[in-house]
Each structure stands twice: as C-alpha cells, then as structure tokens.
C-alpha cells in the first residue's frame, strides 16, 4: 500500500529556533514530492523536489530530497511566529495520484 | 486573478438528501480533484481529472461521484450524503506536465451532513 509518513506530527519550538521537519514514502512509480503550508485554509505551495540531492531554498525554508532512502526533509531557520502552521507532505505518483501525509503541526512561540 | 472558486463555502444538510459542491479554475489546468481533509487523516484524495471526460478514482471515492465535461469545472456530487462525509472539502487545479506538479488550492468548502 502507498504511504507518505510525516514526523513529527507536532512540534512547539521558540522564535529564533531551527526545525527540520520528516517525510518518508513509500510510494509505486514515484513522480515528484511536494512540500504545502496550511494555515487556517486551503494549503499553498512551497517546493517541488523531483531529483535527488538537489537543494531547494526559499529564505529561511529549505528542503532536499533523498530518492534511495526514500525521504525528504524541510528545513526552517529562524523561525518566527508566522511559520505557525501545519506542513504537509505529498508525493505525485505514476498515474498523477497525490498521496498526503497527515502533516506536521508546528508552533512558534515568542 | 488565477484562482480555483469553490460553491458553497458552508453547507449544513440532511442524511440522503443529495448535493452538489461546484468547483472551478480559471487557469486553463488540464488536471484538477477533490480532496477531504479529516482531523488525524490529512487530505485524501476523492476523485481526479486529467482532462475532459477522464476521470479517476483516489483513495476514498466511495458515495461520491464527479464529471468533468469542461475545462474549467470539476463539480463533486454526493448522491445520498451521510454523517461520515461530514468534512472539509478542497478542489485543487494544475498542469499536467514535468514542469510542475504543483497544485493550486480552492478556498474549501465545510459540509456538515446530519
């Protein structure tokens, strides 16, 4: 069975901190990954990972993609209260099915 | 403004009495799908639409039903809705390319079934 795990599902960390947030699949005929935030709506769009070890940076957010061992990370310094949110994980498939992860709830305090 | 609009935002409705939710895109997007979102379950993926007149089952297509006979629109159709559909519902929109695979959002639509 197709799967995309996130870990951990919740995260509480302090302005300034550095947090690197998990996705693991296993996934047939994989297409691509890709990274969302959710805040109290509809997700919007990160990055698209498709090859390997090739890094993705958008300001302080980052994420690389390991296609041997199957996982990709996302990486946020310095984070603020306004990277509060739930980041969600999905992976394309084959036959452009999208497989979400259940997300990770991460919280900055002040 | 490229958006993807979905009708009603809210809807609170009764068991078996059947409903339409409306979904269109204004970004001329070959692919477009509906998704359920249930706390502890993520999104989940109901039906797709690579083109006009294809579509596809996702992960949880059971008492739902779709038509793609645009383009633009994707409308979902629950033909007896029952409580377990009570969910928060979103239709997304992208290419169909190696370009991207990014998918853009509607705002979502909260069903309440009764």
């Known amino acids: 069975e197709d799967k995309v795990v996130q870990s951990p599902l919740s995260l509480v960390v302090h302005e300034g901190d550095t947090v690197t947030l998990n996705c693991s699949y296993e996934?047939?005929?994989?297409?691509?990954l890709l990274w969302y935030k959710q805040e109290k709506k509809a997700p919007t769009f990160l990055f698209m990972l498709t090859s390997s070890g090739i890094e993705k940076k958008s300001g302080r957010l980052s994420s690389i993609l390991d296609k041997k061992e199957l996982f990709s990370i996302l990486n946020i310094t310095a984070t603020q209260t306004g990277d509060s949110a739930v980041y969600l994980c999905?992976?394309?498939?084959?036959?452009?099915?999208?497989?979400f992860g259940t997300g990770t709830r991460l919280k900055v305090l002040a | 403004e490229a958006q993807v609009t979905q009708n009603p935002r809210y809807l609170i409705t009764v068991t078996g009495k059947k409903l339409t939710v409306t979904c269109s895109q204004n970004?001329?997007?070959?692919?477009m799908s509906w998704y359920r979102q249930d706390p502890g379950l993520g999104l989940r993926q109901i039906y797709y639409s690579m083109n006009v007149e294809v579509t596809d089952k996702g992960d949880v297509p059971e008492g739902y039903k779709v038509s793609r006979k645009e383009k633009r629109n994707f409308p979902l159709i629950l033909e007896s809705p029952s409580p377990n559909q009570t969910s928060l519902y979103f239709c997304?929109?992208?290419?169909?390319?190696?370009?991207?695979?990014?998918?853009?959002f509607g705002p979502g639509t909260r069903l309440t079934v009764t």
């Open positions: 999905a992976v394309v498939q084959g036959t452009y099915k999208y497989i």
């Open positions: 970004m001329n997007h070959e692919y």
């Open positions: 997304a929109s992208s290419l169909t390319s190696a370009v991207t695979y990014e998918q853009y």
């Open positions: 996934v047939t005929n994989f297409r691509s």
